[in-house]
Every structure is written in C-alpha cells, then in structure tokens.
C-alpha cells in the first residue's frame, strides 16, 4: 500500500503586483493588482514505502509547494493527500512524528550552540529515552562521519558540516518518510557525494521513503530509481530515469574515431551528424535504427573506435525546461 | 577524514536520565532541555543581556524624580516606602521583560518557523523557555543591583516578611506569564501581518502609564485608579511591586484579575494559535 497518495493536488497564490516607480505605487496604494498564480496543479502520484524518488522541475516548478503540502506546511487548494495515513493538514503529532522536511536553505540548529543541544531537545520533543537517543546520535553521528563537529557552535562549522548536523536534527526521532529539499545545495563535490552515501545507506537501513528535489542531477541519478519530473506545476513524467531519456532524447549520440579523416557528407546516410572534425565524428540516430546503423558503420568505414551514449540527462532536461515543451505525447 | 565519536556514555552524561510517570517525566524532559539549551544559549549573549538589564533602569530614574516631590507627602508615602517601591519595582520589571513578539516576528521573517512548526511541540514552550532562560541570565545582575542600591540608599534596605515575599514571587511570576500571554497574543497576530511588533509599541504606552511603573497608583486619582486596577497592567508590576515593598495592597482583588485575565488570555492565545497556523499554511508556509 503507498505511503504517499497524492490525488488531484493544486495549490495556487493570489500574488499582488505593482509597477515601478512613483506612479506604480500610487497605483498600488489606491488599486491593488492581484493576480493568480497556480504553483501546482492536478498533480496524481504515488509512492510505496521504502522507494527513492526524485523530484525535478525548473525553479518555480512547484517542487517546494508540493514537499509543503506532503508535510502539512501548506495546505492544497484542491485534490487530496495521505502521507503514511494521515492527511498533512491536520497536522496530527502521530504525523509529524512519522516524517520530516528538510530545506537546503533553511535551518533548525540552534545558530549559537553546538549541535548537539539542539539534538537533546529534538530527543526530548520526541520523546526517546536517554539510552536510545545517545544510540541514535551515535549511529547518525558514524554514518555521518560527524565526531567532534557535534561540540563546536553551529555557526563555527563548514557549510558541508552543517547540513550533516541538520539532517542528524531531522531525522533522530527515524522518520518513516523523507522530503529533502535540495539538501546538498551549496556543497562543494565530496560533500555532496558524502550526503548521497549518507541517504543511500539510511533508506538500505531504515527502510525510509524518501522523495528528493534537486538541482544536482549526480544526485538523482545515484539515489533515485524513479524521478518524477514536474513543470509548471504538472506533472510530465513518472518513471525511470532511462524512460525519460528516451521519451524526450528519441535519438542516441554514436561516437566514431575513424582510421583517417572524412568529410561530414560521408556520413549523411546514416544519421544527422553533430559534429566532424577531422577523424572524430558524433552523430544522432534514431534509437529504432541504431543496431542497424551501428553495424553499416563498421562494415563501411575505417572506423578505430566506436561509442553509443544518450546525451547528459541535465541537457535534455535543461532543453525541456528552456524550449517550454511538456506537452504530452 | 573521519572525525573522533562522541562516547555513548559521554552523550548519555549531556542528555540526562529520567525516571517516574512516562507522560511527567517526557514533559519535564522537554521542560528542561529546553530550557538548559535556551540558558546556554542566553549566557553566550551575557553582555548584551547585561544592557538589557541595566536598560530597565527606569523605576530607579523615577525614583531619583519622586524623592524630592511634595506628592508623595502628601499622599503619606515616605521617601523610604517610595524608595523601597521602586526597587521592587525595578526587580519585578527585570523579571517580566517580555520580547516574544521581536523574536516571533523575526523567526518569521528569516523564514525559520517552518522547520519548527514540523516538531510535534507548539512553539510557544521555544519562547517561554528562552524567556524564563533569560531571566535566570539576569538574576545574578538583578542581586548586584539591590547591593548597590541598598548600599547607596542604605535606609531603604529592608527584608520583607516570608509570607509577603512569597506572594511577590508567585505575583511577579504571574505577571510576567500575564505579561507573556498578552504579547504572545498580538504575536499572533505575525500570521497575518509582518510587522505585528508595531501593535505590542502601541500597548507600551497603557502599560507605562498604568502598571504603576511611572509612579505607585496610590497616587493615581481614585478613577484612575480603579479603572487602571482592572487592566492587566498593574497585575504586571504594581501588585507584586507593592507586596514585597510592604506598601498597602488588596492582595485578593490582586490575585482575582490576575486569575480572571489569565482566563481569558489562555483560551484566546489557543484560538489565535490555531487560526494563525491554518493561516500561516493557507498563505504559503
């Protein structure tokens, strides 16, 4: 049975706009200009328990509002929520004990103590007993790599300490359910390779659900067998990474280094030619012709190296989102 | 490169051991922590709270004013009853300082609410908890304060009977949570509008005037009087100023509006709590 059953979900804004300039304001005082905006809309998914899904879309996609309203910051304006069987909204503490939220650019560690005092209220508030929440810190704290940090003031530690420390403050009471909101924002490389390990080694452990926005597509890629892509507020896939790939690259990149140089000409026949210089060529084929055009590759040209790849997953997606075009197909 | 653990029992010596009724002893649990973290938190800023302290001079400045007024004669105060006043006065209004409103407004504002508003803990406990922290940062300043007031108007020291000063503490207390429930309530009202502070800076002027920290009611016109003994303001510095002074006090009718205002301040800050949320969520969280 899922844990997160999302039905129908809009949620919009009435926002209010003015013009620059003196004449703006004077507008804006005697006549307020509001404007709706829907930040998300009819939004259907699932997720079964256990799963590690990512979340996509362009800035201002509705990512954020979405993780509000699963969390019960936020209440929908429209359509239905159940997370872990309960409704967001009514933020019951059953609920908010059974999940957590954590926001890349917002903190809940006290900004002047060491962490680990914000930890001893997080265990107080949850209720764990002394034993237990010494148990679990410690085995956050391991797989964390955290050690002595958790003594220094919060203020004192790197950006990559710190966003340990708040996930060790999110998830001490071991939420069922994870909505991370760009939790490697900001992280230089081999923090953020850190914090992947660290979520791909809690969801083996606990068994946790967790559905994770962000901008960094190393870390969809390595957590998140299924990515759910939204854009203007709907959604426009739901699936596997490779099934998006082919959905929106129908066409893969053949990587040719040849035995001598040949004019791109040569190689009209067997696909649209990307680029030709000298004794590298790269072509697009078509992904039902491929085997085919592979095989006519190699018997008809002096071909040393050979290489198929789908384009980065970052390009297609960045195309997707600058040419607008979600429509279904 | 990994760093060195924390030892377990290292972490179970920070984080205490409890013992007694599961739902006592999680309240108490939570009672604490918060205020040990708040506590350590306040100490960091012990100088600023130092200024903060001696900021509530101003009972001790009006008294430096009334000592020569032929007022206070008149109205049978003596310079000694007047100057033992407003060092209570001073005490009591160090102990029910209340900023809930600046630091809500900025917790808002800095959009630090929403990691809070997900722990199954209303955030008025956070607040209280910083605030009763900061008072016990200021007690040691407060105690060096009277020593040099004693010292330097030496015929005003005075030590109050047990009974009185027990019933200034519990009425200096309930003032500060009358005070707390009051300004938590217009800090509600951050959930509808920013700059909710601006309200608590129009509410200052009735409680200068009215809660006896410009000068003892006694000295009010009778209409004044009764009519500023059933605001919550006096409730807040006048009553338990008077009972640990020693001055004339209806204690009762005291600690009767003090129960009757906190009976309606409790149920509205719950009304405005709960409609603040629904607003805070409706509104984008």
Not at chain 1, 12 to 28: M, W
Not at chain 1, 132 to 153: D, K, Q, S, V, W
Not at chain 2, 235 to 241: D, K, V
């Amino acid at each position: 049975m899922a844990i997160v059953h999302v039905q129908g979900l809009s949620r919009s804004f009435r926002v209010s706009e003015k013009d620059p300039g003196l004449a703006g304001t004077l507008r804006h005082f005697l006549r307020r200009k509001v404007r709706t905006v829907e930040a998300v809309r009819d939004l259907d998914f699932t997720i079964e328990p256990g799963e590690m899904v990512g979340f996509l879309g362009p800035n201002g996609a509705g990512k954020t509002t979405t993780l509000k309203m699963l969390s019960g910051l936020l209440h929908p304006s429209g359509g239905r929520v159940e997370v872990a069987g309960h409704v967001p909204a009514h933020r019951q503490a059953a609920f908010l004990r059974r999940i957590t939220l954590v926001m890349g650019q917002k903190q809940q560690l006290i900004w002047d103590l060491p962490p680990l005092d914000s930890l001893r209220v997080n265990a107080a508030v949850y209720g764990l007993d002394d034993l237990e929440a010494a148990r679990r810190i410690a085995e956050l704290a391991e797989m964390l790599e955290l050690g002595e940090e958790l003594h220094r003031p919060v203020r004192k530690l790197s950006l990559g300490q710190r966003m340990k420390a708040e996930l060790m403050a999110a998830l001490l009471h071991r939420p069922e359910v994870l909505f991370l909101d760009e939790p490697t924002l900001g992280l230089d490389v081999n923090a953020q390779a850190a914090m992947r390990r660290f979520l791909a080694d809690y969801n083996r452990r606990h068994g946790a659900t967790v559905l994770l926005t962000s901008h960094y597509m190393a870390d969809i890629t390595a957590l998140c067998p299924r990515v759910l892509l939204i854009h203007a507020g709907s959604l426009f896939h739901d699936g596997s990474l490779e099934q998006l790939t082919q959905r929106l690259a129908p066409r893969r990149e053949v990587r040719l280094e040849l035995a001598d140089p040949m004019p791109g000409s040569a190689f009209s026949g067997y696909g649209e030619v990307e680029s030709c210089s000298g004794r590298d060529v790269r072509l697009l084929v078509d992904r039902d012709r491929l085997t085919t055009v592979v095989g006519r590759l190699l018997a008809d040209l002096p071909v040393l190296d050979l290489e198929v790849r789908d384009p980065p997953i970052e390009d297609i997606i960045g195309r997707l989102f600058r040419q607008g075009n979600t429509d279904q197909p | 490169m990994s760093q060195p653990l924390p030892s377990q029992p290292r972490l179970q010596r920070r984080f205490g051991r409890h013992r007694g009724f599961p739902a006592i002893a999680s309240a108490l649990r939570i009672a604490r922590a918060l205020f040990v973290s708040q506590y350590a938190l306040m100490l960091e800023f012990r100088a600023e709270i130092l200024l903060w302290a001696l900021s509530g001079l101003m009972p001790l400045l009006m008294f430096s004013l009334w000592s020569g007024a032929p007022a206070g004669a008149a109205a049978g105060i003596s310079p000694q009853a007047f100057a033992r006043y407003f060092l209570a006065a001073f005490v009591v209004r160090q102990f029910t300082v209340v900023w809930v409103v600046y630091a809500f407004e900025e917790d808002n504002l800095l959009g630090r609410l929403s990691p809070l508003l997900l722990q199954p803990l209303p955030l008025v406990w956070r607040y209280a908890a910083a605030h009763l922290a900061e008072q016990a940062t200021r007690l040691p300043f407060v105690v060096g304060m009277v020593a040099l007031f004693f010292w330097a108007v030496p015929e005003a020291a005075w030590i109050p009977s047990p009974t009185r000063l027990l019933l200034a503490l519990l009425a200096a207390h309930l003032g500060f949570w009358l005070n707390f429930l009051l300004q938590h309530a217009i800090t509600m009202l951050c959930f509808w509008s920013e700059r909710a502070s601006a309200l608590e800076r129009f509410l200052f002027m009735p409680y200068l005037f009215l809660s006896g920290l410009l000068a003892p009611l006694d000295l009010y016109p009778e209409a004044v009087r009764r009519f500023a003994l059933l605001t919550p303001f006096p409730s807040m510095l006048y009553l338990p100023a008077q009972l640990a002074s020693g001055g004339p006090i209806d204690a009762v009718a005291g600690f009767r509006t003090v129960a009757v205002w906190l009976a309606l301040l409790i149920p509205l800050n719950l009304v405005l709590w709960r409609a603040g949320v629904r607003r805070y969520a409706a509104m984008g969280g």
